[in-house]
């Protein structure tokens, strides 16, 4: 068993410091999930470069960067979806590898993809429990499966949908979406990744989605969240992460960055404002 | 109903519409086609088109196809009737067991194929065929007896010409009728009781009235006298094999996981794999499936043949088998279709092929009929989905 990787580096090279910073994390406690020297490619393409990352138990790390950054191709990686080239991961302090989608889901990983991943020609309630259905006597419990998928749709406040037994296929993106958040809620999961999920909503709607996200980390569920809206990052995240190019070039709380130098972060990879303030917290 | 026709989801009202039509022209050509004799002898023509197609919406569902089930079927029913009759005189079960794993066999080996060398069904199983038909031929004419082999053991032969007694053909589909009814009722009751969407009383009632109907009907039509020098009465064994075949691959499909697991790989077999589902597991299970249901179909067909000859068309009948599951409603495109598709549809191939008989019509009619027929359903069913949301 390796030991648990030094906690909260601020990896960004205008930093230039090590060591924990930040008044909400608590340093001694594990990381519920460490990524170190991560590297994935395809082909020539080096999609991510040693990225090393801290996301803590119950809070709220948002992932922003360019398009193209590699965000996606990082949480993919955290998913079992494929496996990284080289690095290794830690779970609450342990090492792990994530090699298929059910390795995530079994460490307690739920992921709503930037694609949704949802079976058209499924019902709503076949989605939320694809993969992890009810069952009676070895039989599918289609009773207690929709219950439950009305509660908890009505617990997320969705209201939209007309009947739980439509079909995914005949729903709007908003709608899909709250399948797709619902169904990684239902879960129990103790990390929810969220790829872009607001991208394709109306103001109301993105709204819900961040009071969901809210909600999941008042319930001791760490959110890992892909944005490109930096209102929406500043309004939920307790930290922050930023992607250039394929690099993770800076994480922290997020007392540590302002608006101004995230969007220097996204667009150069680097800012001094961080490390300032960094520095004087 | 209208609704649910709009939503893309329009049931088999129009194919058994149209199968209502051909049964009144063939009936008014043809004082015999609705006689309680030839509708047996029309179902019994149907088995073959059924069991096979029921075959191919294992695959279908999966967006997958099975070119190779005609002629698997032809090799399972071959190494039934060699092996109990001829030289090797086996007892009826093993000569069966051996021939459902060697059709099982053949689909675990499609399978295998499409599933670990990453090769398009089409083409594996379109070899399969063409290897198969190949070995139907050697070993049907390596036994010396001339291209044919008949059946002379009592079992085999009585698959399609044995029959139940009037009694158990009554108590048979009694029960049928009975159990498919209650756990309508029962289903209902128990959403209705947690308040959950429900199937409104009348609908219900005629749901029920339509099973008791349809089960005095065939109660009617199997027990008549059909014989015409002595009397024949009772429902051919074939129609049981159909009927439990059919329920268990209908059960699977609706209440078990794997069933569940096949419509979402057919539907987005990505979002399957992130699901945590095996998919690759799930594939194989059904390329076998499909084997084994063709099995099952050669056994009935060379019953029905009363042996088996190198003259054997596996190629057409597997054409036919899609072609019935497609009639049905299901779309070669993965993700939709159901197993009684496979009924619907085989019924109407062969209302079509006995109809077109008895009006003294060849086979180049009747091959142009079916071709009709398939491209109307599959156009009212694309018309019904155009104006749906749904995707597919
Ligand atoms: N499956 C893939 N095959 C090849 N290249 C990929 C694949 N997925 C992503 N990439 C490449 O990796 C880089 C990062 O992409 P992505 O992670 O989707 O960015 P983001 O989500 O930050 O917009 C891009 O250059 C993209 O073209
Ligand atoms: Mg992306």
Redesign the interface.
């Known amino acids: 068993m390796e030991t648990t990787p030094e906690n909260d580096n601020l990896t960004s090279s205008a930093v230039g410091q090590s060591g924990p910073v930040g008044s909400g994390v608590d340093s001694s406690a594990p990381m519920l999930l460490s990524l170190r020297d991560i590297t994935k490619s395809f082909g020539a393409v080096q999609a991510l470069q040693h990225v090393d990352l801290d996301i803590p138990a119950g809070q709220v790390t948002a992932l922003i960067g360019d398009n193209g950054a590699g965000k996606s191709t990082l949480i993919k990686t955290v998913s079992g979806i494929w496996a990284p080239t080289s690095g290794s991961m830690y779970w609450q302090g342990q090492e792990v590898h994530v090699h298929t989608p059910r390795d995530a889901t079994h460490l307690g990983i739920a992921t709503v993809y930037q694609d949704l991943a949802l079976c058209d020609n499924l019902d709503i309630v076949q989605n939320m429990y694809l993969g992890r259905e009810d069952t009676k006597v070895g039989l599918l419990d289609e009773i207690s499966m929709e219950l439950a998928t009305t509660k908890t749709l009505k617990d997320l406040s969705v209201s939209t949908v007309k009947s739980v037994r439509q079909l995914v296929g005949s729903l709007s993106g908003g709608q899909r979406q709250a399948v797709a958040v619902a169904r990684a809620v239902m879960r129990e999961s103790k990390l929810v990744i969220l790829d872009e999920p607001t991208a394709a909503l109306g103001v109301s709607q993105t709204a819900q989605v961040l009071d969901l996200i809210k909600t999941l980390s008042s319930h001791g569920i760490a959110v890992l969240v892909i944005s490109h809206n930096l209102n929406d990052v500043f309004s939920v995240a307790d930290r922050i992460a930023v992607m250039y190019l394929g690099t993770l070039v800076s994480h922290g709380p997020i007392a540590n960055y302002d608006r101004n130098s995230a969007v220097e972060m996204i667009t150069t990879g680097k800012s001094d404002r961080v490390a300032a303030l960094a520095a004087s917290n | 109903m209208l609704k649910r026709f709009r ?1 893309g989801d329009s049931g088999m009202i129009p194919i058994v519409i149209g199968l209502i039509v051909l049964a009144a022209y063939f009936q008014i050509r043809s004082s015999v086609f609705l006689s309680t004799g030839n509708l047996t002898n029309l179902m019994v023509q149907a088995t073959i088109f059924v069991l096979l197609g029921i075959a191919e919406v294992w695959l279908l569902l999966l967006g997958e196809i099975d070119l190779s089930a005609g002629f698997n079927a032809g090799l399972a029913g071959a190494i039934a009737v060699i092996l109990v009759d001829q030289q090797f005189h086996w007892s009826w079960y093993f000569a069966v067991g051996l021939a459902l794993i060697a059709s099982t066999g053949f689909g675990a080996l499609w399978g295998f194929l499409v599933i670990g060398l990453r090769l398009p069904s089409f083409i594996v199983t379109l070899a399969g065929q063409l290897g198969l038909e190949g070995l139907v031929l050697w070993i049907v004419d390596s036994q010396g007896t001339g291209g044919s082999i008949s059946i002379h053991e009592p079992v085999l032969y009585n698959i399609v010409y044995g029959d139940f007694t009037p009694l158990f053909t009554i108590i048979f589909i009694v029960v049928t009728v009975l159990g498919l009814s209650f756990s309508l009722v029962r289903t209902n009751a ?2 209705a009781s ?1 308040n ?2 429900s199937v409104p009383m009348l609908l219900m009632l005629l749901r029920i009235a339509g099973l008791v109907i349809g089960g005095g009907l065939l109660i009617w039509i199997f027990n008549s006298n059909r014989g015409k020098f002595t009397p024949i009465h009772g429902m051919p064994f074939a129609i049981l094999i159909v009927g439990v075949v059919l329920g268990a691959c209908t059960f699977i499909m ?4 794997p069933g ?1 697991y096949l ?2 790989i ?3 077999a ?8 095996a998919v690759n597991r799930y594939r194989l299970m059904a390329f076998m499936m499909t084997g084994l249901i063709s099995g099952i179909a050669g056994l009935v067909y060379v019953s029905n043949l009363n042996g088996i000859s190198d003259s054997i068309n596996g190629g057409t009948l597997v054409l036919y088998a899609v072609a019935a599951a497609v009639i049905g409603g299901t779309s070669l495109f993965g ?2 279709g159901k197993m009684v598709h496979a009924l619907i549809g085989g019924v109407v191939i062969a209302t079509i092929y006995n109809g077109m008989a008895l009006i003294q019509l060849g086979a180049p009619q009747q091959y142009i009929a079916t071709a009709l027929v398939l491209l109307g359903a599959v156009t009212i069913d694309s018309l019904a989905r155009r104006g ?5």
């Open positions: 939503r128990s959403r947690r959950l969407e609706n209440k078990t996981k569940r419509y979402a057919g539907g987005n990505e979002a399957a794999r992130r699901a945590g589902i993700g939709r749906s949301t749904i995707v597919k």
